[in-house]
């Protein structure tokens, strides 16, 4: 499918381009007939019709073709995205190719799974003095 919205993408900047020259031959042409009349008779030639329609169709065609391309969009809420990375892991973030994406991270929440627990002064404090009792004796 990558290669469809290239082409596409191609297709409408040769368009694209092509507008772009005719509208530069159509100034140039314009200002060459306006200096061969003589200035008291200046030329007002607008540009023609068909070069504005060819314009539009071509960035519609190029709007449409990195559309196309693009990857599909991510939950906004943090928690749908990290809920659907621990369901269905690497083969939930596929491309087309069927590689992972470059920025799949993992699992967002392994840092919070993984890390120490918190620490419980208070049995630190009653373990400390079971050890000085015991020491004592």
Known sequence: MAWVSRSVT???LVLLAHACYSAQ???TLSATLTKNTGPLQTSTSKLPIDI???TIVATLVVSFGLVLGAPGLRPIQW???????EREGEA???DGGGHVEKDFRGNPFAALESRRGFVDIRKQRREFTEWVKGREE
């Open 10 to 12: 191609v297709a409408g």
């Open 25 to 27: 031959e159509h100034a």
């Open 52 to 54: 504005y329609i060819e």
């Open 92 to 94: 939930g973030f596929l």
């Open 79 to 85: 928690n749908v995205w990290a809920g659907k990375i």
